[in-house]
């Protein structure tokens, strides 16, 4: 058996903090899901296990609630297993999951209840043993149904849960259905595939681990440093897996760091931009240094708004970035003679720019609130 397991793809994200970019970073969840079926499509997967999260929240749109069940239905390989997440959890007070079980294909089985799922229909000798989320917080876990429940060795056993685990998945609050290896360790259970962190985990899974996070598909901000995960997963006749990473995200976040000191630093940054691909980069971009004041009016009026026509999303964090203070920015401002000039143009003099600023700063800060 091959399946395809991923999970916390968090459909209907808004990314509000994204300005112009947060259309299409919405979009990209859908496009990425749609890549995932034409993939396991593609590489003969028998089935697909989403271990919760798929949507981001309870309330969501039907259409796009449907949108996603249409991609989904587009698998050929047999069942699609979903597991409700603590984002889009099981209750009777949302319309969630009638809108997809309104949608959905036979083939795809709604993991909505504590109660074993036997695959025979589908030619699969394998029982999925899930542990749905009914809220989005919780200091319990839901797996400790399985250990009372009659299992079956002859078949291929895969518990299904949402939430963390202790020593892999931060949980400070114990709210997100903490488990423990002790809990996962039901005899009979082969292997466990796990939704919540938005790492893959183990970071090299082999043929010996028995639980598995997938990661997030679709990268969500700046604290993804990877560029998406899924796993693929192969079970033979005895039971032996072997696992692999793919990568299906399209957009990617990256934090930067720049320092500016002259017109060729601002050239050959843009001339990097340019030159690699950023169409699919959001950026978080930190620049410090100084400049002359030419230069410096000529980096936000002219090279830095090219500069972000070359990525989806460029924000800036500039608060270290300095003009540079120069004899003729003096003369304009403080007139020849006065004690503000004459201390500014010794410390320029002496070229002491930590004096220099210090006091240039002091001095401004005085005359604006004069």
């Given at each position: 058996m091959k399946l395809l397991h991923f999970s916390d793809l968090h459909l209907g994200l808004q990314f509000k903090n994204y300005g112009s970019a947060a259309k299409d970073l919405q979009m990209a969840r859908y496009e990425t899901l749609e890549r995932l079926i034409t993939l396991a499509n593609e590489k003969g997967c028998d089935a697909i296990i989403i271990a919760g999260d798929l949507f981001d929240r309870v309330k969501m749109k039907k259409a796009d609630v449907l949108g996603a069940i249409k991609s989904i239905n587009k698998f050929t390989g047999g069942p699609v297993i979903i597991l409700p997440g603590n984002h889009d959890f099981i209750s009777n007070d949302n319309d969630l999951w009638r809108y997809v079980e309104g949608g959905k294909n036979e083939h795809v089985i709604i993991l909505a209840e504590k109660k074993p799922y036997d695959l025979e229909n589908y030619d699969l000798n394998v029982c999925i043993y899930p542990a749905p989320c009914s809220a989005k917080h919780s200091s319990e876990n839901e797996v400790g149904w399985i250990e009372e429940t009659d299992i079956k060795n002859e078949k291929l056993n895969i518990?299904?849960?949402h939430g963390s685990l202790q020593g892999v998945a931060p949980d400070l609050n114990d709210?997100?259905?903490?488990?423990?290896?002790?809990?996962?360790?039901?005899?009979?259970?082969?292997?466990w595939l796990l939704g919540h962190?938005?790492?893959?985990?183990?970071?090299?899974?082999?043929?010996?681990?028995n639980i598995f996070y997938?990661?997030?598909?679709?990268?969500?901000?700046?604290?993804?440093?990877h560029k998406g995960s899924a796993l693929i997963i192969e079970f033979d006749d005895n039971r032996e897996k072997s696992v692999e990473i793919i990568v299906p995200g399209q957009n990617y976040f990256e934090r930067k760091s720049l320092v500016l000191e002259s017109s060729e630093d601002m050239d050959d940054f843009a001339e990097v931009t340019q030159s690699e691909d950023y169409q699919n980069c959001v950026c978080k971009l930190t620049v410090t240094g100084s400049l002359d004041p030419d230069d410096y009016v000529r980096w936000y009026n002219e090279v830095l708004p090219e500069i972000k026509k070359s990525f989806l999303y460029l924000k800036t964090e500039d608060s270290g970035l300095r003009q540079k203070i120069t004899k003729e920015r003096l003369d304009g401002i403080y007139p020849e003679g006065s004690f503000p000039h004459k201390l500014l143009s010794d410390f320029l003099k002496d070229n002491d720019q930590q004096a220099l600023e210090t006091a240039f700063d002091l001095f401004k800060d005085i005359k604006d609130e004069n």
């Open positions: 518990g299904v849960a709210e997100h259905f903490p488990m423990t290896r002790e809990e996962l360790s039901v005899p009979g259970i082969d292997t962190i938005h790492i893959p985990w183990p970071d090299i899974p082999s043929a010996n681990d997938s990661g997030i598909p679709e990268p969500e901000d700046m604290n993804c440093k």
